[in-house]
């Protein structure tokens, strides 16, 4: 094994056996290990150098996609290490030199309650059709919940699943259903020629790993509204801003007609933040926004404001609101309430829940 290989899984070992989730390589300074939210250096290890960091990456790229990462300056894929573990990496570069960001992704798919995740996430799964996103910063969970819906799905229903990521993250053995994982730049040029492909091939449910582009939205909308459950995510911090974001990516003229199509084919949106535990380890916060007929006026009539004041209220129809959800954290001792009023909403709200 070259002497670049060889270092890299070294240093993808450490984040196996210490129980980390990020790895990051750079030159000019010690590798650094995420554990439980925290960024650790791992001192062992001299400064890289830029060789050896370029080195590390072309290791572990397709020879046929070097030539993308040297004209974009970025490349992101998935690399097995040993039969244990997959990471997704991104290469990159700072000042010239190459860096890389290594996520691991376990192997195995953790149920709802494994997760500490809210059970009515599984009524999502049992839908014919409808548009559900998970949202959050990132490093949030957000594909790890993406993985347990598509999983419980595959557990329960006899369904064509289809799922499109860059780059493909946790890899799915079919049980019930039968399951298409493409990854863009291999499999499809993009998100959005892989979806509207999806409509020639008998799929009921799709997967889109994130939507970059008011294209890729678009046909996801169009998915929902023609027969397909369709799951994804993105980059943002509550459901008002969800909805929000995703008509704003519309040409103005086209913004009133999206309002209509996702104020009747969203399903939900469920937002999420790790929150550091106790007792070790992070723990999830969330809100989950149901669409029901007092949602879909709001959408429809660009009254997004009004949307976690209908959260707040509508709990017994099975919403959370984020705030109620941290301090129930605080209440089990699950986590401090300096740490939940980190991630609150509305702190008022928060200590009154408090």
Same mark, same amino acid.
């Given at each position: 094994?070259? *002497?670049?290989?060889?270092?890299?899984?070294? %240093?993808?070992?450490?984040? !196996?056996? =210490? /129980?980390? $989730?990020?790895?990051?390589?750079?030159?000019?300074?010690?590798?650094?290990?995420?554990?439980?939210?925290?960024?650790?250096?791992?001192?062992?290890?001299?400064?890289?150098?830029?060789?050896?960091?370029?080195?590390?990456?072309?290791?572990?790229?397709?020879?046929?996609?070097?030539?993308?990462?040297?004209?974009?300056?970025?490349?992101?894929?998935?690399?097995?290490?040993?039969?244990?573990?997959?990471?997704?990496?991104?290469?990159?570069?700072?000042?010239?030199?190459?860096?890389?960001?290594?996520?691991?992704?376990?192997?195995?798919?953790?149920?709802?309650?494994?997760?500490?995740?809210?059970?009515?996430?599984?009524?999502? *799964?049992?839908?014919?059709?409808?548009?559900? %996103?998970?949202?959050?910063? !990132?490093? =949030? /969970?957000? $594909?790890?919940?993406?993985?347990?819906?598509?999983?419980?799905?595959?557990?329960?229903?006899?369904?064509?699943?289809?799922?499109?990521?860059?780059?493909?993250?946790?890899?799915?053995?079919?049980?019930?259903?039968?399951?298409?994982?493409?990854?863009?730049?291999?499999?499809?040029?993009?998100?959005?020629?892989?979806?509207?492909?999806?409509?020639?091939?008998?799929?009921?449910?799709?997967?889109?790993?994130?939507?970059?582009?008011?294209?890729?939205?678009?046909?996801?909308?169009?998915?929902?509204?023609?027969?397909?459950?369709?799951?994804?995510?993105?980059?943002?911090?509550?459901?008002?801003?969800?909805?929000?974001?995703?008509?704003?990516?519309?040409?103005?003229?086209?913004?009133?007609?999206?309002? !209509?199509?996702?104020?009747? $084919?969203?399903?939900?949106?469920?937002?999420?933040?790790?929150?550091?535990?106790?007792?070790?380890?992070?723990?999830?916060?969330?809100?989950?926004?149901?669409?029901?007929?007092?949602?879909?006026?709001?959408?429809?009539?660009?009254?997004?404001?009004?949307?976690?004041?209908?959260?707040?209220?509508?709990?017994?129809?099975?919403?959370?609101?984020?705030?109620?959800?941290?301090?129930?954290?605080?209440?089990?001792?699950?986590?401090?309430?300096?740490?939940?009023?980190?991630?609150?909403?509305?702190?008022?709200?928060?200590?009154?829940?408090?």
């Amino acid at each position: 094994m070259a *002497t670049a290989e060889k270092r890299l899984e070294e %240093l993808l070992d450490i984040v !196996v056996t =210490q /129980g980390g $989730s990020d790895l990051h390589i750079f030159a000019g300074g010690p590798p650094m290990i995420r554990v439980s939210g925290a960024l650790i250096p791992i001192s062992k290890y001299p400064a890289f150098t830029p060789e050896e960091t370029e080195g590390m990456l072309k290791s572990i790229v397709p020879t046929e996609r070097w030539g993308s990462f040297q004209e974009n300056q970025t490349i992101d894929l998935s690399y097995a290490h040993g039969s244990d573990a997959r990471f997704r990496v991104n290469g990159y570069r700072v000042q010239g030199a190459t860096a890389l960001a290594l996520r691991l992704i376990p192997r195995a798919i953790h149920t709802f309650s494994e997760l500490n995740l809210p059970s009515v996430l599984e009524v999502f *799964t049992q839908r014919e059709q409808g548009f559900f %996103l998970v949202v959050g910063p !990132v490093g =949030q /969970g957000k $594909s790890t919940t993406l993985a347990t819906m598509i999983d419980r799905i595959n557990d329960s229903r006899s369904e064509h699943i289809l799922t499109i990521e860059d780059p493909v993250e946790y890899l799915f053995t079919p049980k019930k259903s039968l399951i298409h994982q493409r990854e863009v730049h291999i499999d499809a040029p993009d998100f959005h020629t892989a979806l509207q492909s999806a409509f020639r091939e008998d799929v009921d449910v799709i997967m889109v790993g994130e939507m970059r582009d008011y294209e890729t939205i678009s046909s996801a909308v169009t998915a929902a509204e023609t027969g397909h459950l369709v799951f994804s995510t993105l980059h943002t911090n509550n459901a008002a801003q969800t909805i929000d974001r995703i008509i704003d990516m519309f040409p103005s003229e086209q913004q009133s007609q999206v309002r !209509v199509q996702l104020a009747g $084919s969203l399903a939900g949106i469920f937002s999420q933040r790790l929150i550091p535990r106790i007792s070790g380890g992070l723990i999830p916060a969330y809100e989950l926004l149901i669409n029901n007929n007092a949602i879909s006026t709001l959408i429809r009539d660009a009254r997004t404001h009004e949307i976690s004041a209908v959260i707040q209220t509508s709990s017994q129809e099975g919403m959370i609101d984020m705030d109620r959800a941290l301090a129930e954290l605080v209440r089990r001792g699950e986590v401090t309430a300096e740490h939940a009023f980190e991630y609150s909403m509305d702190p008022k709200t928060f200590e009154r829940y408090l």
